[in-house]
């Protein structure tokens, strides 16, 4: 079996309500279906989802170096994951939302051609994940209230942006805190947003109304900063931005600077990158989170996919599904509140519509 073409198209969302998080407001985000066929008549799906303040690429450059990628990749076994990965490092460095896209639509052949789901493919044998779901920033009340209705729809772990003044979304907290209970889960999210100091200073408060985990709190080239807030807090810490491959994460560990490490396919290129990033922590005693920034129900499925088959991706922040409006890509999943059970159907499972 072997590469025939691959397809490019730009499909758009919104968000059921528009998403603050400390440096953005996000309204809507466009993405890119990567079909691969090949001369065994099985297509395989994936996402390439640039986010720019992340990726540092786009929806032109997905297209343009994609372009470019497919003439290296027309021929190549779709299953052969390591030579696609190094026929794309070798053409281009860093443009991991494309790479991300083609390597998912690969392994959505390699299941196909197997017969099985992704997660079995993967060695998984349960077909479930728990996922959280996340609250923009706004006011404490009005975060409380988002918090509460996302409780009452059977979520259990929720999600909190924060990454303004320490005072605010302390008071945040608080708010949220009261509203949903001492039952419910909450770890949040500062998108780089603190100063070390700061950061230490909150994690107090935070500890203190149960908080469980601060993802990213400084800027992602301070890993210092990490390490010294890990030393100095009781929530755990968690790394994001800061780690884009297993190079990143085999720093991170070696510094001891981090408590958990966030995983994201479109951050690290997919889930062959994934994989040696969950490993590199594993071997480390470091376990992982796996994130989204935004994919439709295609992406998140196939991180729902690797979690379900991956023992040390311990907490699941696959919430797209539940937060932006998609008609044309879906199924491949049930799910009561947060807690998911995938189809068993080969490979990824999602219908796109209109194929």
């Known amino acids: 079996m072997v590469i025939t073409d691959i397809q490019f198209e730009v499909r758009s969302f919104r968000f059921e309500e528009p998403m603050k998080i400390a440096f953005a407001t996000i309204v809507d985000m466009q993405t890119c ?12 799906y994936g996402e390439a989802a640039p986010f720019s303040y992340v990726t540092g690429d786009n929806l032109e450059t997905v297209i343009s170096v994609g372009t470019e990628m497919k003439k290296a990749l027309i021929g190549v076994d779709p299953r052969a ?61 009005r975060m409380a209230e988002a918090a509460k209705s996302w409780v ?20 945040r907290i608080r708010a949220i805190r009261e509203r949903v209970g001492e039952n419910i889960t909450i ?33 992602a080239h301070d890993f210092e900063g990490l390490a010294e807030i890990k030393r100095k807090s009781d929530v755990l810490i968690a790394a994001d931005k800061s780690c884009h491959s297993a ?9 001891r600077a981090v408590d958990v490490v966030n995983i994201k396919l479109m951050k690290c290129g997919g889930i062959y990158n ?34 379900a088959a991956t023992d040390n991706i311990r907490e699941v922040d696959l919430d797209s599904v539940y937060i932006l409006k998609q008609e044309d890509i879906y199924g491949g999943y049930d799910h009561e509140g947060g807690c998911v059970t995938l189809w068993d159907a080969p490979g990824i499972g999602c219908i796109v519509k209109g194929e």
């Open 187 to 219: 770890r949040i999210d500062a998108n780089q947003g603190w100063s070390v100091k700061d950061t230490v200073r909150i994690s107090r408060v935070l500890d203190g109304l149960g908080v469980g985990l601060i993802e990213q709190p400084v800027p």
């Open 81 to 141: 994951l390591g030579k696609v990965h190094r026929i794309m490092d070798s053409m281009y460095a860093g443009n991991t939302a494309v790479k991300a896209g083609i390597d998912i639509a690969c392994y959505d052949i390699s299941a196909k051609a197997a017969g099985v789901p992704l997660y079995r493919f993967l060695g998984g044998d349960e077909p479930h994940v728990h996922s959280d779901v996340t609250i923009g920033i706004d006011e404490p009340a």
């Open 33 to 44: 279906i990567i079909r691969v066929l090949t001369d065994a008549g099985i297509t395989g």
């Open 274 to 307: 994934a994989l040696k990033i969950a490993a590199v922590c594993e071997a480390a005693g470091i376990p992982n989170m796996i994130g989204c920034m935004g994919e439709s129900t295609l992406g998140n499925l196939a991180g729902m996919h690797l979690a």
């Open 152 to 171: 009452d729809k059977g979520f259990d772990i929720i999600k909190v942006k924060l990454g303004e003044d320490i005072g605010t979304d302390a008071e």
């Open 247 to 255: 190079f990143d994460a085999a720093r991170l560990a070696a510094m």
